[in-house]
């Protein structure tokens, strides 16, 4: 039996719209603003490192700045270090001032306001670093921070203190990280992260898969990375040969907008899945960038389509100056109900926040259950009708 109930603030059905055509704007925009790069130059991930943007003036070249933009260049560069490789500069419109990538890589003076619960290291990773460079929070994993390096940096980054040159090279840290992991048999699941650990070389990448997955207790390795979203160059025959060789390698890619999803990450990422690289995504929410179930579903339609497992969106974490990108929690929710339901369940995420204090990711669900008697439980499904349950155990009845 089903019941109909008002529906008040129910999601609409939506379709998934494509992001605006990509096709062949970077080829223009390499002729127009690097002449004398060949196309195997721009296609070489070296080039795109070397010749990352990363100060006012050469920003300047590229984008009318905003009063907000500017005033953080200008007057803060050193609290507000960026960067962006030519690839992903392509790829923001330059007319439109409030395009979901540009927020999401231009400073703003925006992140100078601290807001009450905000923190450089919100969630206690420092912690729960038992020594350099490892964080373990969870029984049986770890989080291996293994470069502060990022071709890209996310103006939200919940690690912006590491980055940007704030710190020292983890790469000192490596050998106490991996005797940490090898005298603790408790840890089964290491996470490569950082940075942006697919932004070193084959060669470092090998060492650090060959000495973790040396580890007998080590089941599995996972990496963290934005490369193949905002450098899919580096996405090269040899390093597919170096994470094939071991296996199970899973990939955590961070994905902020369907703009990303171009014929280049498409490409890399069905060349990583081709490897048997298993990949899920992460997306962390933000106001202005993705909080809408149109954009969300494109996404993760887009993802689908290269073989990633929707699997986390993340409630944004309150790092220093980040109160412009956080939504509410409950707008959270009505994302994940307004695509519950709506499309295929596997293009749903998980949404969770990852708690202050270092107390682990929580998931937050929408208010499904409506109710609980004696008899059934009773619950809301995507369009507002509520159906009982059986919840109670209760013996067979012989026949």
Known sequence: MSQSVPASGSPKMVKSSTSSSLKGQATKFRKAYFPDATREMWNDWHWQVSHRITTLEQISRFLVLTNEERQALEHFEDRFPFSVTPYYLSLLDPKDQQSALRKSVIPSIL???????????????????????????????????????????????????????????????????????????????????????????????????????????????????????????????????????????????????????????????NSLADAGVVMGSQTVLLQGVNDSVEILMALYHGLLKVRIKPYYLFQCDPITGSAHFRTTVDKGKQLIQGLRGFTSGYAVPQYVIDTPGGGGKVPILPDYEVGHDEKNLYLRNYEGKVFAYPDRAKEGTEI
């Not at 992140?111 to 290291?121: H, I, L, R």
């Not at 502060?148 to 050998?175: A, D, I, M, N």
């Open 111 to 269: 992140e100078s306001f601290t807001s009450p619960g905000e923190s450089e290291d919100p969630l206690h990773e420092e912690n729960t670093s038992p020594v350099p460079g490892i964080v373990h929070r969870y029984p049986d994993r770890v989080l291996f921070l293994t470069t502060s390096f990022c071709s890209v940096y996310c103006r939200y980054c919940t690690r912006s203190r590491l980055v940007g040159g704030h710190t020292e090279p983890l790469e000192s840290h490596w050998k106490d990280a991996i005797d940490y992991i090898r005298r603790t048999p408790v840890i089964r699941d290491v996470v490569i992260s950082g940075g942006d650990p697919l932004t070193l070389s084959d060669e470092k990448i090998e060492w650090l898969l060959k000495e973790i997955t040396s580890i007998k207790h080590v089941e599995m390795v996972r990496i963290g990375t934005k490369v193949p979203m905002v450098l899919p160059q580096r996405i090269t025959p040899n390093l597919l040969k170096i994470l094939k060789r071991y296996k199970p390698i899973y990939l955590s890619v961070h994905c902020t907008h369907p703009d990303e999803m171009t014929a280049e990450a498409a490409k890399a990422c």
